[in-house]
């Protein structure tokens, strides 16, 4: 239905109550923003600038997964079975592995000689390159003297992703076991 506003305009029913909103001070004059369908797949990554110290170590402590580059890669691999994600920020199939990632790291949190890292291949290229390492997601598993166990290319489904973390659970139950004798 249209009717006739003060002016003499003519306005539509949902221009009217629009306008009604807006004079009894329920609209705020701002659409609410649509969120895209790959907002929830971007990463979290605090902006150092407005998180106070405090959240930003409980951020820190918050996720299993360690970051490693081309200088600390190799430093890391030492008396630890080693699960790596070969990652990049502009994949989306890296994006969409990483929550199921850092969830298998939390689950396996408990226990000290199995780590999962996570190298981005463009801020390591050496790291990426000394493994061969040629498509992203990439996920191997170390054993403790930096050999290669399993690998995985491509994004795994979450059975894909259990049998990794099995197989390198089950390692460091080896490890373990040579250790005690």
């Known amino acids: 239905m249209v009717r006739e506003d003060q002016n003499g305009s003519a306005k539509t029913d949902q221009s009217v109550a629009a306008d009604e909103r807006q ?15 790959f907002s929830r797949l971007r990463r979290y990554t605090p902006d150092p600038l ?24 190799f430093d890391a691999l030492n008396e630890c079975i080693t699960v790596v994600d070969f990652w990049a920020p502009w994949c989306a199939p890296c994006k969409t592995l990483q929550p199921r990632f850092d969830s298998l790291a939390q689950a396996h949190a408990g226990n000290p000689r199995l780590q999962f890292v ?11 390159s000394a493994f061969d390492v040629m498509s ?17 290319v491509g994004l795994p489904g979450k059975r894909r992703l259990t049998q990794l973390a099995k197989g390198a659970d ?3 139950d080896s490890l373990n076991e040579r250790r005690e004798r």
């Open 170 to 172: 089950s390692a460091t």
């Open 50 to 73: 407005s998180v106070d110290s405090s959240e930003a170590t409980n951020v820190a402590a918050a996720s299993p997964v360690t970051d490693l580059n081309d200088d600390s890669f």
């Open 118 to 128: 996570r190298v981005n291949v463009d801020d390591s290229p050496g790291v990426a």
């Open 23 to 37: 004079h009894s001070g329920q609209d705020h004059g701002k659409p609410e923003p649509r969120r895209s369908f």
């Open 136 to 152: 992203i997601p990439t996920l191997v598993v170390f054993d403790q003297s930096g050999r290669e166990i399993d690998r995985e």
